[in-house]
């Protein structure tokens, strides 16, 4: 059984930054794909970026392009997203997820594993 636990999730200015964490207690397969989704009130969740364990490759969705960097620490299975110049337009609950490498990344349904989730909050 995988567990994710998120961190790192806050109130922010509008063009602050903020890092979130997700501590994975274990992955079951070297072809594991982990990905940050968010979820905002009356809105459906998506995808905001994806990175792979094998090969540390990365998607990220257009709206976050240029400004979040997800990367990883493999050994410490911790799974980072770097968000910069925040946007009033981010405020949502961030989810970490992890999963199999199959299928679209920004799709929830390709991942079997989920975090509680960490608010984020940006203030304009």
């Known amino acids: 059984q995988v567990q994710l636990v998120e961190s790192g999730g806050g109130s922010v200015q509008a063009g602050g930054s903020l890092r979130l964490s997700c501590a994975a207690s274990?992955?079951?397969?070297?072809?594991?794909?982990v990905a940050w989704f968010r979820q905002a009130p009356g809105k459906q969740r998506e995808g905001v970026a994806a990175?792979?364990?094998?090969?540390?490759?990365?998607d990220y969705a257009d709206s976050v392009k240029g400004r979040f960097t997800i990367s990883q620490d493999k050994a410490k299975k911790i799974v980072y997203l770097q968000m910069n110049s925040l946007k009033a337009e981010d405020t949502a609950i961030y989810y970490c997820?992890?999963?199999?490498?199959?299928?679209?990344?920004?799709?929830?349904?390709?991942?079997?594993?989920w975090g509680q989730g960490t608010q984020v909050t940006v203030d304009s």
């Open positions: 997820a992890a999963g199999g490498a199959e299928g679209s990344w920004f799709h929830p349904g390709n991942f079997a594993y």
């Open positions: 274990t992955y079951t397969s070297v072809n594991t794909r």
């Open positions: 990175i792979y364990f094998a090969d540390s490759s990365t």
